[in-house]
């Protein structure tokens, strides 16, 4: 084994870890936090396997903006210091079911798809120009089929928060707000 | 790429880490002092004042280190090095002159330094919610709502760069730099720039930290050394911002004589624009939180829109 082959599965089981703690961990925020521990072990098997432009991808997206959005969502609920019992549905059985059938079919997948392929370490492969090419040129499709996913989503996310009363009461709230102002200045 | 080499540059970058911040928040200091017109400090090792930051650096060791006692306690200990670690991981990039003058090339070199720069919220974000405050929270709370709203015009400003040069490197933009790219890049720039003001939470973006509305935002229960390292954050994020302000818009280290003395022209725009944050201090008042958001997304959110726009068409009206 090369050094490079130690530490993935060195970083392998400490992912492997905090994503455990994620699920069994009796406190909200924590959860989050192990969440960061396993998103940031990832993005260093991406460096691992050289494809560098896809680890700065992970960090940017899933540990600068999809876990400061959940930390964000646990504060405006109540995330109280300590172990939030209440937050238990009582689906675990069925949560654990699901994970692991869904972990066996992607294992089965990657295994089949990917058998017989390697990759040489010695020499980067996920720089970002022939990323760029093959998702311009060869991936195009699904790349444009993603964007009006997230387009969609985008909208759908307006349009559920914008309800009608909630857009009178915000009327309704500027204007006390800029009388206020204006009765204070005149 | 031998030990000794990468001994150097470790070594360059640590120092560059612990002096210029430093540097920076003692020009505050002064700055400030003279543009509202009072001495502040004189007294500190005899010149000026001079000593004044390292006094305050021992007031800082001396003083207790205090958890409340219904923090959560090894989340609100840790939240300061998450808030600062990552402006030292990000200096490894940043280039300082010509001919390999940086700590490691990275090819997706804006990438990186952008996403390194938002793991620092995270440290706010702890910081925040485990000093079971609500004041703490609050803070908290406007921090992760003005940084999320400013990661986006600073993602596009940047992109707008990449996309005049070619590439995500930030040497490889260096390399491409010409000197009509700062008017054609211009809107882009002071938008980068604002942005990253905002994500530091300096004036006039400092609502996250009100002290009359809300004490200290998330850091109002720290004292002692882990308090100095959330303000030491702050200094090495103006050092950060204005650093990659001047690679991505103000051609870094180009400049006459460029071969010889790239890092003094870099160090140069680099000091004139942490200049710039510190005058912003003095300068304007401080906006409420709802204006934060309003100026994010329907100011600066739209002009970099229009900049990324303009880059394309001269891009290709160029090479076409």
Known sequence: MTGQEVVFVIVGVVVLGAAVRCVTTRELVHAALWLVVALGGLAVQYLLLTAEFVAWVQVLIYLGSVVVLLLFGLMLTRAPIGPSPDADSGNRPVALAVSLASAAALVALVVDAFRTSWIELDRPHGESGPVGESLFQNWVLPFEALSVLLLAALVGAIVVSRTRGNEQRTEQRTEQRDGQRNGGVG | MDVLDVAVRVAVVMVAFLVLPLLVGQTEH???????????????????????????????????????????????????????????????????????????????????????????????????????????????????????????????????????????????????????????????????????????????????????????????????????????????????????????????????????????????????????????????????????????????????????????????????
């Not at chain 2, 609100?76 to 300082?96: C, E, S, T, W």
């Not at chain 2, 004041?135 to 996309?163: D, F, K, W």
């Not at chain 2, 054609?184 to 604002?194: D, M, P, R, S, Y």
């Not at chain 2, 400092?206 to 050394?225: C, K, N, Q, R, V």
């Open chain 2, 30 to 320: 002064k700055v400030m002092a003279h543009m509202q017109g009072r001495l502040g400090p004189m007294h500190a090792g005899g010149f000026h004042g001079w000593a004044q930051l390292v006094a305050d650096g021992v007031k800082f060791a001396q003083k207790e280190d205090t958890v409340p006692a219904g923090a959560d306690r090894r989340v609100f200990q840790l939240a300061p090095a998450v808030a600062l670690i990552p402006y030292l991981v990000v200096l490894v990039a940043i280039p300082l002159g010509p001919d390999g003058m940086v700590g490691q090339v990275l090819d997706a070199g804006i990438f990186f330094v952008l996403a390194v720069l938002g793991v620092g919220v995270l440290g706010s974000l702890m910081a925040g919610w485990a000093s079971a405050n609500k004041y703490s929270l609050l803070g908290a709370l406007r921090t992760a709502a003005q940084l999320m709203a400013y990661e986006l015009p600073l993602l596009l400003s940047a992109a707008s760069v990449a996309m005049a040069a070619g590439t995500l490197s930030l040497t490889g933009i260096l390399g491409e730099f010409e000197w009509w790219w700062v008017p054609w890049q211009l809107v882009g720039g002071v938008v980068f720039f604002t942005a990253g003001l905002a994500e530091l939470q300096r004036p006039p973006f400092d609502a996250p930290i009100a002290p009359e509305e809300i004490i200290f935002g998330a850091y109002t229960e720290y004292s002692g050394l882990r308090f100095a390292f959330f303000l030491l954050a702050e200094y090495a994020g103006i050092v950060v911002v204005s650093a990659l302000t001047a690679v991505l818009f103000l051609g870094g280290w180009h400049g006459p004589m460029s071969d010889q003395l790239g890092w003094l022209w870099m160090l140069l725009k680099t000091g004139a624009l942490s200049f710039l944050v510190i005058w912003a201090r003095v300068a304007w008042p401080r906006l409420r939180a709802d204006q934060i958001q309003k100026f994010a997304w329907t100011v600066l959110v739209p002009l970099a829109l229009a900049q990324i726009a303009l880059t394309g068409v001269i891009k290709v009206v160029v090479s076409g």
